[in-house]
């Protein structure tokens, strides 16, 4: 029987990236997205000549009652649920702290705390041995901006990044002896479209310099510490980071 993974964002970028391996890695797949349909089905469609199994779910998860709609959709169309990514994550327009308003940083915050508050707590209502779940595996996509705060560009998006560090060392610690790991990987810079949200589409390839490798990274290069943490080989890690940063 193979197991089911929640891919939240998984449509595009480094998720488009993590849904392929996981596909590849023999897991039946939830492909979460909020408005991009045609990259959805498409990423669908293709696993599935690939022989995979998948299937694409709208839902804008810093919406609570869309996130239960999400799970419940799985609960109906796939066969428990073994691993949740939570990899959906947004950035607004480069601005200093002392512009920002408070309906961006809520903005901000719904989306990457919030939501991904929800999608852990629902997962874990699936997985906890607690609740008669089978165990399962929760991985955060936090970043390297939780580390250097993304001075002038976005710190809110960084401090939500550090707020989901936190909930990474937290819930690890409360869900170990209910069969659930939870960690996480922290990307540095990768080439995705999310750098155009920001305003800069050439922003890795600026900021490639300042990485002690001279390069920014592919979102095959996550997706691969993503499934090693998905993966039994990492049974003995909880609460753990992976940068995925090319040294920086
Ligand atoms: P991306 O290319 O912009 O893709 C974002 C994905 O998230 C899309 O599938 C999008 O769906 C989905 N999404 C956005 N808001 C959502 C919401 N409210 N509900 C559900 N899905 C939502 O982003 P990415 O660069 O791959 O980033 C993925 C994760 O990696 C994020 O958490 C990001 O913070 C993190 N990260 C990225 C980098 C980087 O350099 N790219 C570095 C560090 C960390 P639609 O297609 O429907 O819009």
Redesign the pocket.
Known sequence: MKKVALI?????????ATSMRLSKDGYSLAI?????SH??DSLVETIILQGGHAIAVQ????VEAEVLALFNAIDVALDGLDLLVN?????ATQMPVVSMTAERINRVMA??VT?TFLCCREAIKRMSTNYGGRGGVIIN?????ARLGSAGEYVD?AAS?GAIDTLTTGLAAEVADQGIRVNAV??????????S?GGEPGR?DRLSQLVPMKRGGQ?EE?AAAIAWLASDESSYSTGAFIEVSGGR
């Open positions: 939240t964002g998984g449509s595009r970028g480094i998720g488009a979460n997205y909020v408005s991009d990259a959805a839902a804008d998860i810093s990899n959906a994550g947004v950035l989306t990457n939501g996509v936090s970043s390297a901006a998006y990044k922290r990307p540095g810079l990768i080439y995705t479209e999310m750098h949200k890795v979102p996550v």
